[in-house]
Structure formats: structure tokens, C-alpha cells
């Protein structure tokens, strides 16, 4: 359902403008508006927001892509090539709480919208930069692209199975995360500003949103000097914990401690492995991981995966089916946890969104209205803003905004 009513989330009241497009910089504008702030999303003339545009898939002539990371937004085109479309993006940053933007480093500071001009209009502005590799540094005028930052941060030398050829995780990890890490400290340069009134800039990137998920791969390299191989999906650090195949599939298995490895043994009908020298520790298992997951997909071939689930879940020992997205969209827990939400599009329809994976006990958020038309608020914006009709009607004939036909 759609719901236009004033936003009870955390953050309502917070006023936000995303100048971001496609991936990195919209996630970090949807959690923000998910959680009640006001996303007004300022898209470029002509065409908007570069993920309108992707060919596929799409609903009724509207953007999968587009619809899933810009709901709960409101959407103003301006042309910042344009005086009067800088002197708009200029007003709407007088009374503005965030600006966050993930264009390449100077471009912005050309068109006279930069950090240093809007500070001077806004001291109590926060703006945060999502970009390919941060401000400073020797790759800061690079641009950004989650492939190029998954390999440059290490992430696709550790992703696949031994041996192959240098994988990108499935998911744009970099992107996501970066707007995830944008969003923290978007909120946490405003609980700065709650105690000192100041605003500040807020910086991250997609090469360190890569970097900082090779954690544990990183805790390797630093302790041995070896720089970590691909496992497939087993772990760098406890066994046996990966996929092992059934009769009709796959389930991963956790095994992550000793207590859990015994259990699962013994359930298989592998009692006899626990006392094998080769497996008696968790190092000794590490050191003969591949033999061990043999060992133990030829027991866990001989039951289909539902009933090994059904018998590990008895047991207490952490299991789980390996979902493809229609069996995790339709997963029981997922529904119950409100993550499948379903909105009217004006033009796309009944449509269905991921939702909010945060949860508050006093201050809820959520899914509210659909992604917005290009354009579609840019006349309801700037009359909040003082503008006129007739001012209005002259920046548009001046190709300075855009309203939704």
C-alpha cells in the first residue's frame, strides 16, 4: 500500500538532497528515506537518474533498477548547467539538514554547488561524498565502479572456488556498502551536529566500503604475510562450514565450533570422524578441509535437503537451504520480517520492493509510496521553497527545471 502521511521514523524532520544517481548514492538515500528522513532526490536534465534508462527489466515502461532504490523519495529535475537551476539547488540548501552526492571529485565545485560554496550558504550543513576511492589520495579523480573496486580492494582474489579464474561477488558489494556506510555517517555527523551545531563533510568510497569486508581475509595476511586464496564457499577460519551437496541440492552447514562439528558427525553417521587425527581440532580440520567436506557430502548425498534441514534443525545445528531470490522472496521469515512490500506505481502498477531491514520499537519505518516519476515533485518542492508560480513557469521556459509531464 501507499502512504503519504507525515513520516513518524527516526529521522523525520530531517531534511536530505541526493545528488546521486544508479547505485552507491541512491542505497545511501534509501535507507535514509525508509527511516522517515525527506529524500529530496534532484536529477539532472535531461533524462534523470541514469537507472531510468536501463533497458531491462522493466514494468509498464518503468525501471526495475530505478523503482527499487528510489522509493519513498521525492524527485525535482534542475538543470545545474543553468543559473537559475544552480540558484534553485542554492535556495533548497538554505534550510536543508544532508546533502549527499557521488559525482566525480570536482565537478560539482565547477558549477559553483561545491561543498565550500553550499557551506557558505548552510554552516550547519552535513554533505557526504560517496565516490570511487575517496577525496584524497593518488586514485581520488578516478570515477567509480563497484567490478573496478571489487578487484582494486581485493574482494574478487578471494571470491569463487580454488583455482578459478577472479570472480565478482554477485551482488555490487562496494556500491551497497558504501551507501550503507554513507548513511552512518550521514547520522552520525548529525548527532554531532544535535551537540555542537556544527555540519562537517562526510567522505567515503567504494574502494573502502570493498576493503572493509575483507575482514577476516585481511586478519590473514596481516598475522602470516600470505595473502589469502578463494574457498568457495567454505570459511577461512572454522570447518566444516560451506555448501555440501544433497540428494537433490545443496545446504550449507555451520559447524563453527567443536560442539557443533561433533553433533553434526554423529547426526550424519560419521561418528568415527570426531577421533580421526585429521580432524580432531579445528586447526587439524582447517588443515584438511577439503577431505573433510569429501567425507561428508558422501553421508549428507544419501538425504534430499528438506530432510536434512528437518534433522538438523532438530539437532541445534545450524543449517539453511541455498535460496535463489524467488524461494528467498517467498521464505516464510522474509515475509514475516516485512522485507517483500508491495506498492501502487502511478505507471509500473502493483509492484513489490524490498524493505526496511532495520527495525525500531518506537519510531518505525518503512516502505511508504513508490519510486517518483522524473520530475514529479519539482512544482510541490519549490512552492515549499517560496518559489512562485510565475517564477516557476519562467524556469522552466529556461530549461532550468523540469516538471513530470
Known sequence: ?????????????????????????????????????????????????????????????????????NRNKRSIAINLKTDG????????????????????????????VGYDAMKAINPALIWCSISGYGLTGPYADKGGFDLIAQGVSGIMSITG????????????????????????????????????????????????????????QSAIYFATGISPAPTGSAHVLA?????????????????????????????VGAAELITDPRFVTNSERMRNREELARLLGEHLRTRSTA?????????????GPINDIGAMAADPQTLAREMVVELDHPRAGRTRTIGLPIKFSETPGGVRRPAPMLGQHTREVLLQHGFSDKEIELLVSENAIQLCA
Open 85 to 112: 537551476g544552480r540558484n534553485v539547488l542554492k535556495r533548497l540548501v538554505t534550510d536543508a539538514d544532508v546533502l549527499f552526492e557521488n559525482y566525480r571529485k570536482g565537478a560539482l565545485d565547477k558549477l559553483g
Open 161 to 216: 572456488e580454488p583455482g578459478g579464474a577472479p570472480i565478482k561477488a554477485g551482488p555490487p558489494l562496494t556500491d551497497i556498502n558504501a551507501g550503507i556506510l554513507g548513511a552512518l555517517g550521514i547520522v552520525s555527523a548529525y548527532v554531532h551536529r544535535l551537540k555542537t551545531g556544527q555540519g562537517q563533510l562526510v567522505d567515503t568510497s567504494l574502494m573502502e566500503a570493498g576493503i572493509q569486508q575483507t575482514y577476516w
Open 307 to 319: 530432510e536434512w534441514l528437518a534433522a538438523l534443525d532438530a539437532a541445534g545445528i545450524p543449517a
Open 239 to 267: 570447518a566444516p562450514y560451506q555448501a555440501f551437496p544433497t540428494s537433490d541440492g545443496w545446504i550449507n552447514i555451520g559447524g563453527a565450533n567443536q560442539a557443533n562439528w561433533e553433533r553434526i558427525a554423529t547426526l
Open 1 to 69: 500500500m501507499n502512504d503519504d502521511r507525515p513520516r513518524n521514523g527516526p529521522l523525520a524532520g530531517v531534511k536530505v538532497l541526493e545528488l546521486a544517481q544508479i547505485m552507491a548514492g541512491p542505497t545511501c538515500g534509501n535507507l535514509l528515506a525508509d527511516m522517515g528522513a525527506d529524500v529530496i532526490k534532484v536529477e539532472k536534465i535531461p533524462g534523470g537518474d541514469d537507472s531510468r534508462r536501463y533497458a531491462e527489466p522493466q514494468v509498464n515502461g518503468e525501471s526495475a533498477a530505478f523503482m527499487m532504490l
